[in-house]
C-alpha cells in the first residue's frame, strides 16, 4: 500500500493506492469521518465491490444509494435524489458520502456532497482506471445537463481517496483502454520517462498485469496531485494543460451526439492530433509524433476521427470552454513530456491537422 497527499493546507488528503484495500478496514475506518454514511454506487459495481466496503463500518449509521449504470444517469435528477435521502434521514454536517464506483459514480456522488448544507466530507473510492487516475483526484464535481456535459457542478476536494487497483481486475478491456488514454497523456504533458516506461510495458498493462496497473495509478496520481496543489481551480494555467487532447477530443465526442466513443477513445485521438498540430508548427519531430501514435494505436485507441468533417470538428472545438477573447487556446507539445498552453498558432496548421486526422 502507498499513500500520496494532494498538498492544500486544510484541506489536504490522503491518497492510498494497493490491491485489496478494500478488505482492509484497518486502512480504511481511519480515512472515513463521521458516524453517519452515505454509499453511493451503480449496479454494476455494488455487486462486485459494496459488501466488502459496507463490511468495514459495521458501528456507523449506513445507508446505501444504487444508481442505474451509466453516464445518462449523471443528472440533476439523481443528485437530487441523493440529497432527499441526506434529508429525509437527517444526516447532519459531519456525515460522509463515499463514492464506490468510476467517474460518473465519483463526479455524481462527489456533487451531492459539495451541495448538502453548503458541503459534507466525501471520500472517492474510483474502481475504474479512468477514475483511479483522473476524476477522483482533484475535487471538480458535476451532473450533466440537457445542453451538455458536467455543466451543473462545483469544486469540492474529497476528504481521502482510495484506490484498490484489484477491482480493475473486472473492469471491461474496453475500459481500461479509455483509461489508458488518461495515462499516456500524463506522460506526453510533463514526464517523457514515464511515457518511455509506457512504451516498454504496455502489454502487461493490457494484460491487466497488477504491478504495471499500480505502478501507473500512483505515478498517474502523483502528477495529478502535485498540478491541483499548485492550481486547485485551474486558474494560473498549470491545471488546464491537463486538458492535452481534450480540445480535440471533446470537439470530436461532441460532434458525435457523445454516443460512438468513450470519453478516453476520444482523447486518445485527441492525443494524436494535439502532436500532429504541433508537428506542423515544427515543434515535435516527425520520430516523436510517430511515437505518440504508435502507442495510441497500441493501445487500442483510435488515432483519427473517421466519419466527421474537419469542418464540424472544428466548429465544436469553436464552443470550447477554453475559447478567451474569441481565441481557441490549445494545450501543444513542445516535445514529448513537454506541454503548453497558447492560442499564439496559425488557423492553416490547426485546418491542416483536422483535414489530415478527421473525416
Ligand atoms: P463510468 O463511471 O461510466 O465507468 C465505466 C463503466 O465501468 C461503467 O459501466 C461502470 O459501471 C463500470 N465499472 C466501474 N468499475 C468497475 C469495475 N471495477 N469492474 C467492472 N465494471 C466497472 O466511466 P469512467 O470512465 O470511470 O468515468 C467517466 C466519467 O468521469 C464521465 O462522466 C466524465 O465526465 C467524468 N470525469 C470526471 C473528471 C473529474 O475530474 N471529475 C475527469 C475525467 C472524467
Ligand atoms: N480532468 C481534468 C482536471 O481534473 O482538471
Not at 475535487?139 to 455543466?151: D, I
Not at 497500441?298 to 477573447?325: C, F, N, W, Y
Request: glycine fraction near 10%.
Amino acid at each position: 500500500m502507498e499513500t500520496l497527499k494532494v498538498e492544500l493546507g486544510s484541506r489536504s488528503y490522503p491518497i492510498l493506492i494497493g490491491a485489496g484495500l478494500l478488505t482492509r478496514p484497518d486502512a480504511l475506518r481511519p480515512l472515513v469521518p463521521g458516524r453517519d454514511l452515505l454509499i453511493v454506487s451503480n449496479t454494476t459495481v455494488a455487486p462486485l465491490y459494496l459488501p466488502a466496503l459496507a463490511d468495514a463500518f459495521p458501528t456507523q449509521r449506513r445507508l446505501e444509494v444504487i444508481l442505474p449504470d451509466g453516464e445518462v444517469h449523471k443528472t440533476l435528477a439523481n443528485a437530487s435524489r441523493l440529497l432527499d435521502v441526506l434529508v429525509s434521514n437527517r444526516f447532519g454536517r459531519d456525515a460522509t458520502v463515499i463514492a464506490l464506483g468510476g467517474g460518473v459514480v465519483g463526479d455524481l456522488a462527489g456533487f451531492a456532497a459539495a451541495c448538502y448544507q453548503r458541503g459534507i466530507a466525501v471520500v472517492q473510492v474510483p474502481t475504474t482506471l479512468l477514475a483511479q487516475v483522473d476524476s477522483a483526484v482533484g475535487g471538480k464535481t458535476a451532473v450533466n445537463h440537457p445542453g451538455g456535459k458536467n455543466l451543473i457542478g462545483a469544486f469540492h476536494q474529497p476528504v481521502a481517496v482510495i484506490a484498490d487497483t484489484a477491482t480493475l481486475a473486472t473492469l471491461p478491456p474496453r475500459e481500461l483502454r479509455a483509461g489508458l488514454a488518461e495515462v499516456i497523456k500524463y506522460g506526453l504533458m510533463c514526464d517523457a520517462q514515464f511515457f518511455e516506461w509506457l512504451e516498454q510495458h504496455l502489454e502487461e498493462l493490457l494484460a491487466g498485469d497488477p504491478a504495471a496497473l499500480a505502478h501507473v495509478v500512483r505515478r498517474s496520481c502523483e502528477i495529478k496531485a502535485r498540478i491541483v496543489g499548485k492550481d486547485e481551480r485551474e486558474e494560473r494555467g498549470d491545471r488546464a494543460l491537463l486538458n492535452l487532447g481534450h480540445t480535440f477530443g471533446h470537439a470530436v465526442e461532441s460532434a458525435t451526439g457523445y454516443r460512438k466513443w468513450l470519453h478516453g477513445e476520444a482523447v486518445g485521438a485527441g492525443l494524436v492530433m494535439a502532436a500532429a498540430m504541433s508537428r506542423e508548427l515544427g515543434l515535435v519531430s516527425p520520430e516523436e509524433l510517430v511515437r505518440v501514435h504508435t502507442l495510441v494505436e497500441r493501445s487500442g485507441l483510435p488515432t483519427r476521427s473517421a466519419g466527421v468533417a474537419p469542418a464540424t470538428v472544428l466548429e465544436h472545438m469553436r464552443i470550447d470552454k477554453k475559447v478567451q477573447a474569441g481565441r481557441l487556446r490549445l494545450v501543444l507539445l513542445r516535445r514529448i513530456g513537454n506541454a503548453f498552453m497558447t492560442s499564439d498558432y496559425s488557423e492553416d496548421a490547426l485546418e491542416r491537422t483536422l483535414q489530415a486526422y478527421c473525416g
